[in-house]
């Protein structure tokens, strides 16, 4: 079958975005870009070091305090809609590059588009945000007045995932536009080539020098240096618990502002009443979409014991069904994990769950043929697991389901809370009441009803608890990039 020919994009090395011009690392090395599906070297991306994120943040703060402070909400927008276009104009082409990058398929990559289009519009439509001020009369002396603004906080560093770099970028890359700051993103060192083609495009558009930089490399490198970083005044983290407590103490020096969205174990919730022509394959996506390298995923699938054993059996023969290979060829559903170091967790849960759970489906790697040279698994469905096993607590990142059997309500929501994670939830059940007590029991930042995975831009979605804080999207997500400020006035 014909696969798209990589873009003239993925080639070479990748340099360093900083202050507006690509330059070399000053450590001289660079990272292999692999792609998952069959192990090939697509291009290299430059090693960055401490020193480089010192340039890129003096970029970014020169960038900060230049000619981008006086843009009026006006210009911003505009610039945000030029922005739009120039990544709806080259979308095909970012969607190839993410495939090759991190194996998702084109149908999903591709899928992005019209999200990805509603999210720039929205962050668009905010930029009267930053700079507005109200006026307040004073409520202890007639002859003062306060105004009040809301000031952009300054640079953010943003550090990146590599599980879908580009719509995870803009949750960093859009607020900062909206409001005047000025960024400085890492991308995550096994996917970071459709955040360089992102950014080499909205130069071309006319994003100011240094207002977006990036600087790719390792972790420990350069995800280190952005969060203890002095100049650095806000960092937005995606990624692992233990990162995020890294970059919770790295970032005490000058005590950073921080947004962290991080993992999940989030329970799916089927109540015998669900309608489970729409429950099976809801539940079945909300764990296996992206290769199950989905934060939000609803990996701990919690079946009413009435419809455990229907539900086991229609959750198989829906995974039977999955197409998995090369996300370049048509009709393929779901990709490789993105690299061996996953495969080998991945590989490793199956292996506990296999001995701790009942494997119904899946559990293992693919080796036949083309799919042998990728880090290709099967979807798995583990079935009578119980919520203190390891797969029933860890975060594998992985599409291995777990599901639960559970009795009543009170049940459900006792097993849906018990884990440290509050990140997403779901609820299946054709009974209001239902729905509506459930969804306010999970103990969690976002929780759907019959449906899962679903974010509107506008309202966005956030964690709680060792899911980490912020929200991402809305205007809560806007105005966590400014701060207020109040400035009282004699008139006498
Ligand atoms: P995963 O284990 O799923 O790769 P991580 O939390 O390690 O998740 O990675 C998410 C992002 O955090 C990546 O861009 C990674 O390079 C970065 N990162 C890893 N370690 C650190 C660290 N100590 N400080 C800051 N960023 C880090």
Redesign the pocket.
């Known amino acids: 079958m014909s696969q798209p020919t990589p873009p003239a994009f993925v080639q070479g090395t990748k340099q360093l975005l900083i202050g507006g011009q690509w330059v070399a690392s000053n450590t001289g090395q660079h990272i292999d870009a692999i792609n998952p599906a069959n192990g090939e070297l697509l291009c290299r991306i430059a090693q960055g070091s401490a020193q480089d994120v010192d340039r890129a943040v003096a970029a970014a703060r020169k960038a900060f305090e230049g000619p981008w402070s006086r843009f009026t909400a006006h210009e911003r927008r505009k610039l945000l809609l030029k922005v739009h276009d120039a990544i709806m104009d080259n979308f095909e082409e970012l969607a190839l590059i993410e495939t090759l990058d991190m194996g998702a398929p084109l149908a999903r990559t591709r899928g992005y588009k019209e999200w990805l289009s509603q999210l720039l519009q929205f962050y668009a439509s905010q930029t009267g945000l930053a700079g507005s001020s109200t006026g307040t009369p004073m409520s202890i002396a007639p002859n003062f007045m306060a105004l009040k603004h809301q000031v952009p906080v300054g640079v953010v560093g943003g550090?990146?995932?590599?599980n879908g770099p580009l719509m995870g970028l803009w949750w960093i890359y859009g607020p900062a536009l909206a409001t005047g700051c000025t960024a400085v993103l890492?991308?995550?060192?096994?996917a970071s080539l459709s955040s360089l083609r992102v950014s080499e495009l909205m130069m071309e558009a006319g994003v100011p020098e240094g207002v977006i930089n990036v600087v790719t490399g390792?972790?420990?490198d350069?995800?280190?240096a952005?969060?203890g970083h002095m100049g650095v005044d806000r960092v937005a983290?995606?990624?692992?618990v233990?990162?995020?407590q890294?970059?919770v103490r790295?970032s005490a020096g000058n005590l950073k502002r921080l947004q962290l969205e991080l993992g999940g174990k989030s329970p799916d919730i089927v109540f015998a009443d669900a309608d489970l022509d729409k429950a099976v394959p809801g539940a079945a996506m909300g764990v296996f979409s992206n290769t199950g390298q989905v934060c939000v995923a609803g990996t701990r699938i919690l079946v009413q014991r009435a419809i455990h054993d229907e539900f086991v059996q229609r959750l198989a023969a829906f995974a039977k069904t999955i197409k998995i290979g090369d996300g370049r060829e048509s009709g393929v559903q779901i990709g490789p994990l993105i690299s061996q170091r996953q495969l080998d967790r991945v590989m490793h849960y199956m292996d506990i769950g296999g001995k701790e759970a009942q494997l119904v489906h899946g559990g293992q790697r693919l080796t036949g043929g083309e799919l042998g040279k990728g880090f290709f698994v099967e979807p798995t469905v583990f079935a009578n697991v119980r919520n203190d096993m390891t797969i029933a607590r860890e975060e594998i990142?992985g599409p291995v389901a777990s599901v639960i059997p559970f009795d009543t309500v009170e049940d459900a929501l006792r097993l849906a809370n018990d884990t440290p994670y509050g990140l997403a939830g779901g609820v299946w059940t054709q009974n209001l009441g239902t729905a509506h007590k459930v969804s306010q029991g999970i103990r969690s930042g976002t929780v759907w009803v019959n449906c899962y995975g679903v974010i509107d831009p506008a309202t966005g979605f956030g964690g709680t608890k060792m899911s980490g804080y912020g929200w991402k999207g809305g205007k809560e997500h806007v105005e966590s990039f400014l701060y207020p400020k109040a400035t009282y006035f004699n008139l006498d």
């Not at 550090?159 to 590599?162: A, L, M, T």
């Not at 983290?237 to 692992?240: H, P, R, V, Y």
């Open positions: 550090i990146i995932p590599w890492k991308p995550a060192e096994d390792y972790g420990k350069v995800g280190q952005l969060s983290f995606t990624g692992s233990g990162t995020a890294a970059i790295a990142f």
